[in-house]
Every structure is written in structure tokens, then in C-alpha cells.
């Protein structure tokens, strides 16, 4: 299938030659953002400009993407862990869900289950597991703040809990 990008409102339009005709191809932003970022080298600059680091071995990533299957159609965006210390998750919105806190607790969980042995979580020592952190970067049409944070407990039906999340959210429009 042929392919061809255009620059439409500063943003990248990627079309799809379907017969005589291009038509727009629905989910760009998402897989233009997939694309660029399921490479380590492009996360380190990335993870590098959030946090204010200069890490310069992209050896020390290793992608953690879930991928849906056919029985289980959890999936994020993308995810990676850093030197064993951190796990980073990205998300790409191009509209703002005020659910992201716990699409994050969803992902990170399934993320645990995934580094970490099960039967660890039962011995007497504490099992040390990489510390998360939650991004959303934001591309829609609607107005929004530069950066803004989002966190779960404001899902909490009730006014307090014992868990928090918090998720940073970049507006990166123009």
C-alpha cells in the first residue's frame, strides 16, 4: 500500500492510496508516535529532556511495550525501563482522558507481573522493583494547559485511599 505525508496544521498527516484515491489513515499521530519512540536511542534523548539527565548508553533501556494479544488486548504505547531503576510509560492523546490514572495502573501492573517472579512478592524481604513514571503528551485540537497533571485518586469515590498515581501531561501544540 502506498504511503504519502503531508504537513497539515503543523501536524503530520500520513495518507494511504486506497484504489485512485489517498485517504487519511485514522490512527497517524499514534503509530508516527510509535514509530519514532520504539527506538532506544530516541528514548534516552527523550527520558533525557523530562527528567534533566544525560544518559548517553541506549544500551541501558530496554523496551517494555505491551502488546495485545488475542486474549488479552492490554496494550500501551510505550514503555521502557531505564538502568533497573525506572519504569517509564508514554502515552500519545489526541484528546484528554481524565482516565489516564488508571490506564496507567492497569499498564504498570501488568508490566510488574511481567519483571517481576510472583513468588518474590511472598518472601520476607522486600522485592526491589523499578519506580514508575507516567507521561501523556497531548496533540488534539482543543485548548489545554502547556503541562498539567492528572492523578487517580480524584477517581476515588471516596474522598481519601491509600493509593496515588500521577501522571504529567504535556501539551505539545504549537
Known amino acids: ?26 490512527n497517524y ?3 508516527l ?3 519514532i519512540f520504539n527506538n532506544k536511542k530516541n528514548l534516552l534523548s527523550l527520558y533525557n529532556a523530562l ?7 541506549s544500551r541501558e533501556i530496554r523496551i517494555t511495550t505491551l502488546r495485545g494479544t488475542f486474549f488479552n488486548d492490554l496494550k500501551n504505547d510505550i514503555s521502557f525501563q531505564i538502568r533497573n531503576q525506572y519504569i517509564v510509560l508514554l ?6 482522558n481524565e ?32 519506580a514508575p513514571k507516567f507521561y501523556v503528551f497531548y496533540n488534539g485540537s482543543k485548548d489545554e494547559p502547556e ?12 474522598e481519601s485511599g491509600a493509593l496515588e498515581l500521577s501522571v504529567k501531561v504535556y501539551n505539545i501544540n504549537y
Open 91 to 96: 502515552e500519545h492523546q489526541s484528546t484528554v
Open 33 to 35: 508516535f510509535r514509530s
Open 1 to 26: 500500500m502506498a504511503h504519502r505525508c503531508e504537513i497539515l496544521n503543523n501536524c503530520v498527516i500520513i495518507k494511504e492510496k486506497a484504489g485512485d484515491q489517498m485517504k487519511v489513515k485514522r
Open 99 to 130: 482516565n489516564m490514572p488508571l490506564r496507567c495502573l492497569f499498564y504498570i501492573g501488568k508490566l510488574y507481573q511481567k519483571i517481576v517472579d510472583e513468588r518474590l512478592a511472598y518472601r520476607e524481604h522486600v522485592v526491589k522493583i523499578p
Open 51 to 57: 527528567e534533566g539527565t544525560d544518559y548517553t548508553d
Open 147 to 158: 503541562e498539567s497533571e492528572l492523578h487517580l485518586s480524584d477517581a476515588f469515590a471516596a
Open 29 to 31: 499521530r499514534d503509530s
